[in-house]
């Protein structure tokens, strides 16, 4: 069984179920830095081909201040441990987690705000006029006018999964590509969206779960974040995540938000890919 730093077992292999501190970590539970030597057995290349980020995020310069949650040193605007939000102060869904976003199963929503009609058509809006809604809430300006539709598609990548493992690493020789992996999509709506896998043990649901299976050994349980801007398009945000993202095959910084457009590839874990597709209804 697991010990951590502290001494506690536990039935996470990653974090501990007593006191939430990382599994292998030394006792300060120094954080990794993104773009250093992965902690993760599956570290994917860290490549830099020039992605351009936007806008450092609020709270960058306040790095290594103790989470008021869990304790774990900070490394973003959120908290990679429990997903505490230091710039609201909210915490990601510890003590009543909000269902988290259904991969798209065909079915059809009933009629309402945001629901997509049988033709594909989005819900009446609150005046009455059909329109879709907008992903941060707020309906699209002009009479009938609709907003994109923003959606994750997530895979397994081989040609992905190849390169990081020719980086080579401690347990790279162990990291099997999985058998099967069916295709998931992820509506994007409301304001974040929370990338990685959940953890019973602390309550963490995000909203788009990569637990499994089959579980990317390389995706952190907090591992990115999408977030919706005014205008209607989103960006991805690493918090500080141990093996980093990447878009379009090069590493964002930790903490910044960079813009997506249709058909960005966003790299994480092993071999995961989400594709960001838009659409118009």
């Known amino acids: 069984m697991p010990t951590c730093p502290a001494g506690h077992d536990s ?8 006191c939430g501190m990382r599994i ?13 030597a992965p902690a993760d057995p599956a570290a994917p290349a860290q490549a830099d081909s020039g992605a351009a980020p936007a806008s450092a ?23 990679e441990t429990c997903g505490y939000d230091f710039v609201s ?12 976003a259904k991969p798209d199963s065909g079915a059809t929503p009933a009629p309402g705000r945001g629901a997509v009609g049988p033709d594909g058509d989005g819900g009446t809006g609150p005046d009455g006029d059909a329109g879709a809604v907008a992903g941060d809430g707020s309906a699209p300006s002009g009479p009938g006018s609709r907003a994109p539709v923003w ?13 990081v493992i020719a980086e080579g690493g401690p347990d790279a020789a162990s990291i099997e590509f999985p ?47 999408l977030m919706a801007e005014p205008d209607g398009t989103w960006v991805v945000l690493d918090p ?31 071999w995961t890919v989400l594709t960001i597709r838009t659409s118009t209804p």
């Open 240 to 270: 500080g995540s141990a093996n980093g993202t990447m878009v379009n095959e090069g590493e964002i910084p930790g903490g910044v938000k960079v813009p997506l457009h249709d058909g960005d590839r966003i790299c994480i874990g092993a």
């Open 24 to 36: 292998g970590a030394p006792a300060t539970g120094a954080a990794p830095t993104p773009g250093t």
């Open 179 to 225: 058998g099967y992996c069916p295709e998931r999509r992820f509506r994007l709506s409301g304001r974040e969206m929370h990338v990685g896998r959940r953890s019973v043990s602390r309550g963490l649901e995000p909203e788009i779960d990569l637990t499994g299976p089959p579980t990317d050994p390389g995706v952190s349980h907090l591992h990115a974040v």
């Open 89 to 100: 102060g909210k915490a990601m869904s510890l003590s009543a987690p909000s269902a988290p």
């Open 11 to 18: 039935t996470d292999p990653d974090f501990c179920d007593v």
């Open 57 to 79: 995020t609020a709270g960058a310069d306040s790095a290594g201040e103790p989470c008021p949650q869990c304790g774990s040193p900070r490394s973003g605007q959120f908290c």
């Open 151 to 163: 959606t994750a598609v997530v895979t397994a990548d081989r040609a992905y999964y190849d390169r």
